[in-house]
């Protein structure tokens, strides 16, 4: 899973500084509102909202636009209904893509990312063709260089973490989705600074790729995610760093 955590990283990192930000607000004020509609907007009992907040302190949003978002989810707001959707298909060389959305209109959504998948090199499955590749995991990831990873190992298993994995330039602690929260602020408390942290879908398997199908797999992948209505896109290709950076 190496190739797409670290591009999930490098895409965190970009986001907080380039004119990705107004597209990364949207996503975030979308997930706030399905997360305050379904478990009510105290984010201290709610922790799908509290890390939807996280995610919005850590890209800068202002608090007006967080508030405002809770109370559109909690019946504040204009009415309008946010479904959430999956979508599964295949992408070059095989390589299975997971996509969570959330829209306001189903067909519109299904249509857009059918037609990214076909014109992107792959095809949209049926569901439940991929989502058993994968298992939602806690990822709290951290550039190698930036931390002490023997110490950070030890207080990572120390704080409830399942498994660590040390890539070329990220180490990556995984947790169970139960115990993120945990793990990740008993890591805060001791001063560590993630490079990102989220509970995603985790492939068990991976495709490695280079040349033009790592690029194939990376330009769709790129363009399902500039989709207003996705909120995430999982895939299970391994691709070189270098390629990854250079796609950046």
Known sequence: MSGHSKWSTI????????????KLFTKIIKEITVAARIGGGDASGNPR???????????????????????KGTGGGDGVVMDEVVYEGYGPAGVAILVEA????????????RHLFT???GNMGESGCVNWMFK?????????????????????????AEDLNLEESVLEVLTSPE??????????????????????MVPQSTVKLAGEDA??????????????????????????????????
């Not at 895409?11 to 107004?22: I, L, Q």
């Not at 993120?180 to 408390?189: D, H, P, S």
Request: charged share 35%.
């Open 11 to 22: 895409k965190h990192k970009k986001a907080k500084t380039d004119a990705t930000r107004g």
């Open 49 to 71: 909202l509290r890390l939807a907040v996280d995610k919005a302190k850590d890209a800068n949003m202002p608090n007006d636009n967080v508030d405002r978002a809770i109370a």
């Open 102 to 113: 959330l829209t306001d209109n189903k067909q519109r959504t299904v249509a857009e990312i």
């Open 119 to 121: 014109r992107g090199g």
């Open 136 to 160: 939602k995991k806690g990822i709290i990831t951290f550039e190698r260089g930036k931390v002490d990873e023997d110490k950070l190992a030890m207080d990572a298993i120390e704080a409830g």
């Open 179 to 200: 115990d993120f929260e945990k793990v990740r602020n008993a890591l805060k408390e001791k001063k560590y600074v993630p490079a990102s942290a989220e509970i995603s």
């Open 215 to 248: 690029q194939k797999a990376i330009r769709l992948v790129s363009s399902l995610e500039e989709n207003d209505d996705v909120q995430s896109v999982h895939a299970n290709f391994d691709i070189p760093d270098e390629i990854l950076e250079q796609a950046s």
